[in-house]
């Protein structure tokens, strides 16, 4: 599996992504323009010392992403889609694609990928949304347990 932050702004929740890539040895791709520096203080902050680990990718537009990578299903999580992420079928190298924290994923791509996009359910009524590196943990364990890779460790 891939973790796809299209257009993440905030610097920690960036790094707190990448030490759960580190964890589960997942490619973590960064789709630019970012709203931090890569050498940015927090970044590297919140990612510890576990940037060695991270197979990090760095993209220059979403169209230079595609054009070099996709080899399997994208999967779009996002609060305005109406199905889901517990009813993905998760496969081996599916990319789950997150947008910026203050927006998210452009509505175009959701519309045009209703089938594959998903959402997290919340029972709050007065939270809008769940934090960036949380909802990537949560999506991400699910697709790592429904294809069994938790047990390995």
Known sequence: MHVVLFHPEIPPNTGSIARLCA????PLHLI????????????KRAGLDYWEFVDLRVYKSWDDFLSQNVTGNLLYFSKRATQSFTR???????????GPETRGLPQELL????????????????????????????????????LGKLDQT
Not at 88 to 98: G, I, M, N, P, S
């Open 23 to 26: 964890a589960t040895l997942t």
């Open 88 to 98: 993905a079928r998760y496969q081996e190298h599916d990319y789950l694609v997150f």
């Open 111 to 146: 519309d045009a990928n209703p089938e594959l996009s998903y959402r997290i359910p919340m029972a709050g009524a007065g939270v809008r949304s769940l934090n960036l590196s949380n909802a990537v943990s949560i999506v991400l364990y699910e697709g790592l347990r429904q």
């Open 32 to 43: 630019e323009p970012l709203g931090f520096k890569i050498d940015d203080k927090h970044l």
